[in-house]
C-alpha cells in the first residue's frame, strides 16, 4: 500500500528504479506506457531482436521520438534515454540495470536470459510465464542461493490470483479453489492460426491491421495458455492440479461458490485447494450470465460456524451451506499493472508470485493425428496443444513439455488428444532450459 510514497521518495533522493526489458512486444509496450507517468522508474536499456521495431513501438506508446534514441552497443545511457539493443544478454547482464523484466514468450530464449540476469545479480520479473512454466522452480532456487528476487508478473493473471490466494489464507480462510475465466469451448483444442480469428468474431485482414499475432491469440484460445497460466498458479501457491487436465465448466461470478466445490458436495472438483479456469461459454455456445472472462477469482470457506454466520451477516454470497463464497476480481489490466511488480522486487524484496515447487506441469497434446517426420510448431500453432497435469505425471510418464515443443521432429506417430513423450521426438542439444528442466522433481 505504500509502493507510490516510496516510489516518490527515490525519485526525490535522484536513484530511480532502474529496468531493462526483454522483448518489446505487446505486453512490455503496455507497461512501457505508463514508465513516464511513474515516478522513480526509470527503463534504461531495451532488448529486442528488431530494434528498429522496439523504437516504433516506444513512439507507439507515447514516450516520443527522443526518449526512443538507441545508444551505442555495449553502452546504456546515463542521461535519462534508453538503450536499444538485439542483445538480450547484453541487457542481463547491464551494470546500469537493477532490476530485469522477461517478455519474449520464447520458454528456451526466456530461461536463459533469466538465468544470465540472475547470475548478474538482477531481480527478474518475469512476464514470460512459458519459461516459467518449464524452468520456474529452478530459476527460483537459484535467484534464491544468489539473493534476488524472481517474480510472476502482476497484471497477468497467475500473479493476481496469487495475490488473492496470499489474502484469503492471510485471513485464515481455507483457500477451496482459484482460477480464472477464459472464452472455451472444447472444439476449440482443435483450433489453428487459421480458424482462429472466426472463433474470435473478427476477419483476418482485422486482425492483421491491428497487428494480432495469430499464433499468439490461438494459444488463449486453444486452451493452451489457461494450462501454463495455472500450472504457475500451482507452483506457486501450493495448489493441486487435476489429475487429466482443466474441466472449464461454464460459471458465473454468482456460481463460483456453489460449483467450484469438491464433487462430493455437490461440485466439480476433484479435491481441496484446486486450480480451474471457468468458461464464459455454456457448452453450446450460449453465453454464461455474468461471466468472468476477463477475470480472476479464489473460492474459500469459512472454518467455523461462527465465520460462516459473519458471511450471511454481511451479506457475503455463498453456496447453499453459507461455508463456501468467492472474492474476484473481473478484469486484469496486463502489462498497465506490471510496474507493481517491478517496485515490489526493488523496494520490498518481495515478488508478487515466485513458484515454491514443481506441482503443475503443460504437456504437448497432438491436436490431430500427427505422423512421424512432422516437425512441430508449438503453441499456438497447427500441431499441439498444452493440458494441465499433475507434475508427478509429467516426470513419471515422461511427458512433453509445451515449451519445449516448437523446432522438433516427431520420431513416430501420435494420435489426437494423445499426450506427446520425450521419446516421440528428436529432442537434442544442452540448452539452458533442458539442463534446469533436468533439476525438477514434483513437489520441490
Same mark, same amino acid.
Given at each position: 500500500m505504500n509502493l507510490h510514497r516510496e516510489l516518490i521518495r527515490r525519485n526525490a533522493e535522484g536513484r530511480p528504479l532502474r529496468v531493462g526489458v526483454i522483448g518489446c512486444g505487446k505486453f512490455a509496450g503496455m507497461f512501457l506506457a505508463q514508465v513516464p507517468a511513474t515516478p522513480g522508474l526509470q527503463v534504461v536499456a531495451i532488448a529486442d531482436l528488431d530494434p528498429a521495431r522496439a523504437r516504433n513501438n516506444l513512439v507507439a506508446v507515447g514516450w516520443g521520438a527522443e526518449r526512443a534514441t538507441a545508444a551505442s552497443a555495449g553502452t546504456a545511457v546515463r542521461d535519462g534515454g534508453t538503450w536499444v539493443t538485439p542483445d538480450a544478454l547484453a541487457v542481463a547482464g547491464c551494470p546500469e540495470v537493477e532490476l530485469v523484466v522477461e517478455a519474449t514468450g520464447d520458454a528456451v530464449a526466456g530461461t536463459a536470459h533469466t538465468l544470465a540476469a540472475i547470475e548478474a545479480g538482477k531481480h527478474v520479473v518475469m512476464v514470460n510465464v512459458e519459461a516459467d512454466v518449464l524452468c520456474g522452480p529452478a530459476l527460483a532456487r537459484r535467484a534464491q542461493e544468489r539473493g534476488v528476487v524472481y517474480s510472476l508478473a502482476y497484471g497477468d #493473471? !497467475? @500473479? &493476481?490470483? @496469487?495475490? #488473492?490466494?496470499? $489474502?484469503?489464507?492471510?485471513? +485464515? &480462510?481455507e483457500v477451496i479453489a482459484a482460477g480464472k475465466g477464459t472464452k472455451y469451448l472444447p472444439a476449440f483444442h482443435r483450433s489453428t492460426p487459421d480458424t482462429v480469428w472466426g472463433h474470435y468474431g473478427i476477419t483476418a485482414e482485422r486482425a492483421a491491421a491491428g497487428g494480432m499475432n495469430p499464433k499468439m491469440f490461438n494459444s488463449f484460445l486453444d486452451g493452451t495458455k489457461s494450462a501454463i497460466e495455472m500450472a504457475a498458479l500451482a507452483n506457486a501457491c501450493t495448489l493441486a492440479v487435476p489429475g487429466d487436465g482443466l474441466k472449464f465448466p461454464p460459471c458465473g461470478v454468482d456460481d463460483l461458490p456453489f460449483l467450484l466445490r469438491p464433487a462430493e458436495l455437490g461440485g466439480v472438483l476433484e479435491g481441496r485447494g484446486m486450480v480451474e479456469v471457468v468458461s464464459s461459454l455454456e457448452r453450446d455456445g450460449r453465453p454464461v450470465h455474468r461471466d468472468l472472462r476477463w477475470g480472476v477469482y479464489v473460492v474459500f470457506a469459512a472454518r467455523s460456524d461462527y465465520t460462516a454466520r459473519c458471511f450471511a451477516e454481511y451479506g457475503v454470497v455463498t453456496s447453499p451451506c453459507g461455508r463456501f463464497a468467492a472474492l474476484y476480481r473481473p478484469y486484469h489490466l496486463i502489462g498497465l499493472e506490471l510496474g507493481i511488480s517491478v517496485a515490489s522486487a526493488c523496494l520490498r524484496g518481495e515478488p508478487t508470485g *515466485? !513458484? *515454491? +515447487? $514443481?506441482? +503443475?506441469?503443460v504437456a504437448a497434446a497432438a491436436k490431430r493425428d500427427l505422423a512421424a517426420g512432422e516437425m512441430l510448431d508449438g503453441e499456438g500453432g497447427y500441431c499441439v496443444y498444452g493440458r494441465l497435469v499433475p507434475a508427478r505425471r509429467a516426470f513419471a510418464e515422461r511427458l512433453l513439455p509445451i515449451g519445449l515443443a516448437a523446432r522438433i521432429r516427431l520420431r513416430r !506417430?501420435?494420435? *489426437?488428444? @494423445? &499426450?506427446l513423450t520425450l521419446d516421440d521426438v528428436e529432442l537434442e542439444g544442452t540448452s539452458t532450459a533442458l539442463a534446469l528442466r533436468a533439476e525438477l522433481r514434483p513437489g520441490d
Open positions: #493473471q !497467475p @500473479a &493476481l490470483i @496469487a495475490e #488473492q490466494v496470499d $489474502w484469503a489464507r492471510a485471513c +485464515g &480462510l *515466485t !513458484p *515454491t +515447487g $514443481w506441482r +503443475g506441469d !506417430p501420435v494420435s *489426437t488428444d @494423445a &499426450l
